[in-house]
């Protein structure tokens, strides 16, 4: 882990390595971690009334390959393997969330998104699912695959009843905070007493479309240090290629992620107006992410499909639309009926044949 070998005449490499980090452990890449939570530079929203961002130093940040990992690393470091840990997750949600609970052996015990929430759960099902053996809160706003979105007095409720609770922490999947639609995206690590206790998990991905990339960041201060031991005795570190590349992102003009922003928006309007007018078809307005995520249990039952899953294998092979039914996310939530998630990360013109390939499909086999 000390770095690359560098001759001793050769000058053009000794020169690169003052200028540029060398292969080095997560938390010792400066520049990296200083514009992740600098002003402008992907730091958290201001609490209200103040004129700064939370209290995050460059040190409390850890970079890593992808936002994906940290998932993991945060079970693995706040729960232990085989000891009845519970960890409370969204549902439907990220499936990573359920499988690492299961891979790091700790309890998954899901709390359910409700349509008629808007695909938010309601906080007094929070205090219900908690137990003395509950270790953490795994939440996802804006909302993968509903795009739903936790608003600030569902926040303060969750910090009001996690207060009761100084034993668990909460992973704060953000990687979709600058995919909101719906007002200033609000954090729970905004709130009294919930900085300490909440991993912060982000990453580029998203904002800046830098998928393939891997590049994700967390912050915690208690954390970091065991986030860095994780890193460094798993995949060393992320690609130094990759750092600087989400140095320049995150750091460069910010017109064209605001453009990709703005798109969105207008492409969530698109395609959740024209589903609406699928015979069966009944989908919300998401406040953010790039998901739709319509009910489709009408649309089941006209079209002699027995649930979502066949649903979607039908639509792919006699409409040629692919999309992901809703146990690829989860247990189905009780009482919702069917879903199925749409990306409309996608052209104008291909969400409309798309959609317009469904209604024909619908229109076909309405029994």
């Known amino acids: 882990m000390s770095g690359k070998k560098i001759g001793a005449s050769d000058e053009s490499a000794a020169r ?16 990296n971690r200083e514009c992740v939570r600098r002003p402008g530079g992907g730091q958290r929203p201001c609490p209200p009334g103040q004129g700064h961002g939370l209290d995050i130093a460059p040190e409390d940040v850890v970079v890593g390959a992808g936002a994906k990992p940290f998932i993991a690393y945060t079970i693995a470091s706040v729960t232990d393997f085989g000891a009845n840990d519970e960890v409370i997750y969204p549902v439907p949600g ?13 309890v998954p015990v899901p709390i359910y998104l ?18 003395p053996q509950t270790r953490l809160l795994i939440l996802n706003t804006p909302h993968n695959p509903t795009g739903g979105i936790l608003k600030r007095a569902d926040l303060e409720a969750i910090a009001e009843i996690l207060r009761r609770h100084p034993q668990i922490w909460v992973f704060a999947d953000e990687i979709y905070s600058r995919l909101s639609y719906q007002g200033e995206f609000v954090s729970l690590a905004q709130l009294p007493g919930m900085l300490a206790r909440t991993v912060i998990s982000d990453g580029a991905s998203k904002t800046w479309a830098m998928t393939g990339w891997r590049i994700g960041f967390a912050a915690n201060r208690t954390l970091a240090p065991v986030f860095t031991r994780w890193i460094t005795n798993t995949d060393s570190c992320a690609s130094q290629i990759s750092q600087w590349a989400a ?9 064209a992620a605001a453009a990709m922003r703005a798109s969105f928006l207008e492409r969530r309007d698109l395609i959740v107006g024209l589903l609406n007018q ?9 406040g953010g992410a790039f998901y739709a995520w319509p009910n489709v249990t009408k649309a089941c039952a006209q079209s002699g499909c027995a649930e979502s899953e066949e649903l979607r294998k039908r639509l792919l092979y006699e409409a040629g639309v692919a999309v992901l039914a809703d146990i690829h996310f989860g247990r189905r939530v009780p009482g919702d009926g069917q879903h199925i998630r749409f990306s409309y990360a996608a052209s104008p013109a291909m969400i409309r044949e798309g959609v317009e390939r469904i209604a024909a499909f619908m229109r076909a086999n309405v029994r």
Not at 16 to 31: G, I, N, Q, T, V
């Open 247 to 255: 140095v320049e992102a995150i750091n460069g003009p910010q017109d």
């Open 94 to 106: 990220f499936p990573i969330y359920e499988s690492q609970i299961i891979a790091n052996g700790a």
């Open 114 to 131: 409700k349509e008629s929430r808007d695909f938010a759960f309601d906080p007094h099902e929070l205090e219900a699912k908690i137990t």
């Open 278 to 286: 699928v015979p069966g078809f009944t989908c919300k307005t998401p």
């Open 16 to 31: 690169w390595a003052k200028s540029y980090p060398e292969d080095k452990p997560p938390r010792r890449k400066p520049r």
